[in-house]
C-alpha cells in the first residue's frame, strides 16, 4: 500500500462516518446510561443480589434467554449502579478452563498463571484477591458475572463442573469470613442443560431469571433512541420500524437492530444519502457475509473441511439435512491427500461446532435398531460457506453443478421431443447419461 492508497481509504472511512454525530451509541459491547423497560428483571436481580443483607446468600443467580435480549447489558448496568464490587468476564474469550480463571485473575489485575501452577492455587489467588478488594472498598458483596457461560462446557477434559463446584466452595468460604460472594452466569441455555454434578445442584439453589425476548415495538423503541442520539439527520421512522421488523423476524434482537442500523448509516454515508430501507437490505447482506467470514476464518483447517462438507451436499443434493455419516464420507472426499484425516467422533464434534456458530442447526433422528443418529442442516446460504471456505475448490463444485444441471436439462429437452414415442430414436442414450 502506499501514501496514496492510504488517503484513499481515511477518505472512505470519513465518508463512512459522515451521517453519524456519536457512533458510540451504536456500539455492542458498551454498556448504555440508560435502559428501556426491563423493570421486571432488574428487580428480580437486585433482589437476588442485596438479600445477603438480611442472611440469606444467594450463591449463583442463572440469566438466561436468547441473544440479543439485553442479559449482558441488563447485568453489567445493575452491578455498577450497586454498592458492591463486581468482576465482568465473557466466557467465549477463554477456550479452556483453565482460561477461564486466567481471564478472571487478569481482569482482576492478576498476572495470568501457567497450566502447571494448578487450579488449587489459583483458587488461593482468586480468594485473597476478592478479600483484598472487599476490604479497600469497604463493600460486603463481590459478583462474579460468567457471560456465555456454556463455552466453559465446552472444555471437557477441563472438569467444568468440577470449576463451578471450586466457585461455589469459594462462596461458602468467603461467608464463614463475613464477606459474601454471588455468581451470575449468563447463557442462552438454561442452567439444567449444562452438566453440573449433583454436589453442585444442590449447593446452588435455584435462583433463574429468563430474559424473554423483545417484542418487535420493544426493538423499535430501542432504535429509536439510539438513533436520536447516534445520527446528525433524523431517521424516517419507516426506516426505523423496517429495521426492527427485520430485526425480529426470527425472535426479537436489540444487538441485531443496533448493528444494522450502523452498518446501513456507512453504506448510506459512502452515498452521502439519507438512511433507507435499501441501505438496510444491504447492510443484512453484508453483516452475515462478515460474520461467515470471520466465523470460518477463525476456525482450524478441518473446521473449515466440516462446513465444506456440508455445504456441498447441500447445494449439489438441492437438499437441507444430512446424516453425521453422509457429512464425513464428504469430509473423507474432500481432505487433502497430504493430511492426516481426523477421527469420527472428532469429526462430530467439529459438526456440533458448527452448530454453535450458528452456520448450522442440528437435530436427533431415530435410526431403528440402530439407535439415534444426528442430522446437520445449514442456516446460511451454501454458496457463501463454500466460497469461504476453500475459494477455488467451491468454483470447480459450482462448475461441476453446473454442466450436470445443464445435461439434464438438455435430457428433458429429449424426452420432451419424443413425447408420444414408444421407442425414442435416441435409442438408449437416456441410460446412458444415467438416467
Ligand atoms: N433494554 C435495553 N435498553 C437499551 N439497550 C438495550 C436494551 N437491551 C439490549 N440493549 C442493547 O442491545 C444490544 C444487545 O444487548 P445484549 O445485552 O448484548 O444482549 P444479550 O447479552 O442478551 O445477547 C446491546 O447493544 C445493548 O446495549
Ligand atoms: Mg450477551
Known amino acids: 500500500m502506499d501514501k496514496k492508497e492510504l488517503k484513499k481509504i481515511v477518505g472512505d472511512v470519513r465518508k463512512q462516518n459522515s451521517i453519524f454525530s456519536d457512533k458510540s451509541f451504536l456500539d455492542n459491547l458498551a454498556v448504555p446510561n440508560s435502559i428501556i423497560g426491563r423493570e421486571n428483571e432488574s428487580k428480580k436481580l437486585v433482589k437476588f443480589l442485596l438479600s445477603y443483607e438480611k442472611g440469606l446468600v444467594v450463591p449463583l443467580v442463572s440469566i438466561y434467554g436468547r441473544s440479543g435480549s439485553g442479559k449482558s447489558t441488563i447485568v453489567q448496568f445493575v452491578c455498577k449502579n450497586l454498592d458492591v464490587n463486581f468482576c465482568y468476564v465473557n466466557l467465549r474469550k477463554a477456550k479452556t478452563v483453565f482460561g477461564c480463571i486466567n481471564l478472571i485473575l487478569s481482569e482482576l489485575g492478576h498476572e495470568n498463571l501457567k497450566n502447571a501452577q494448578g487450579m488449587n492455587n489459583a483458587f488461593v489467588i482468586l480468594e485473597k484477591l476478592i478479600i483484598q478488594m472487599l476490604d479497600k472498598s469497604g463493600n460486603s458483596l463481590f459478583v462474579l458475572c460468567l457471560d456465555e457461560f456454556d463455552t466453559l462446557f465446552y472444555d471437557k477434559r477441563g472438569k467444568p463442573s468440577d470449576f463451578v463446584y471450586k466457585l461455589v466452595v469459594l462462596v461458602e468460604k468467603l461467608r464463614a469470613l463475613k464477606k459474601h460472594m454471588c455468581i451470575i452466569t449468563i447463557s442462552n ?143 473423507q ?103
Not at 383 to 405: A, N, P, Q, R, Y
Request: glycine share 6%; aromatic share 10%; with cysteine.
Open 333 to 435: 472426499k474432500i481432505v487433502s491427500s497430504e493430511t492426516r484425516q481426523i477421527s469420527y467422533r472428532r469429526f462430530s464434534e467439529m459438526l456440533v461446532e458448527l452448530v454453535n456458530s450458528g452456520i448450522a442447526v442440528s437435530k436427533t433422528e431415530s435410526k431403528g435398531r440402530h439407535g439415534y443418529g444426528s442430522q446437520f442442516k445449514l442456516t446460511v446460504d451454501p454458496d457463501l460457506i463454500g466460497h469461504s471456505c476453500f475459494t477455488d475448490w467451491w468454483t470447480s463444485v459450482v462448475e461441476s453443478k453446473k454442466k450436470k444441471d445443464d445435461a439434464l436439462r438438455s435430457v428433458e429437452a429429449l424426452k420432451s421431443m419424443s413425447f408420444g414415442k414408444r421407442y425414442s430414436r435416441f435409442g438408449n442414450l437416456y441410460h446412458n447419461l444415467g438416467l
Open 189 to 331: 441455555k438454561v442452567l439444567s442443560e449444562f452438566n453440573l454434578d449433583d454436589r453442585v445442584i444442590s449447593r446452588i439453589g435455584t435462583s433463574e431469571i429468563y430474559f424473554d425476548s423483545y417484542s418487535q415495538s420493544d426493538v423499535l423503541k430501542i432504535i429509536r433512541n439510539r438513533a436520536k442520539k447516534s445520527f446528525l439527520e433524523k431517521i424516517d421512522d419507516d426506516v426505523l420500524q423496517y429495521c426492527a421488523n427485520i430485526s425480529s423476524e426470527e425472535h426479537g434482537d436489540a444487538r441485531r437492530a443496533i448493528d444494522l442500523l450502523r452498518t446501513s448509516g456507512e453504506i448510506a454515508g459512502i452515498e452521502n444519502k439519507k438512511i433507507s430501507k435499501k441501505h438496510i437490505d444491504e447492510a443484512v447482506s453484508q453483516l452475515q457475509k462478515n460474520q461467515i467470514t470471520t466465523i470460518i476464518s477463525g476456525g482450524s483447517y478441518h473446521f473449515r473441511l466440516a462446513c465444506a462438507a456440508l455445504s456441498r451436499l447441500t447445494y449439489v443434493n438441492d437438499e437441507g439435512w444430512h446424516s453425521t455419516s453422509e457429512l464425513f464420507k464428504q469430509y
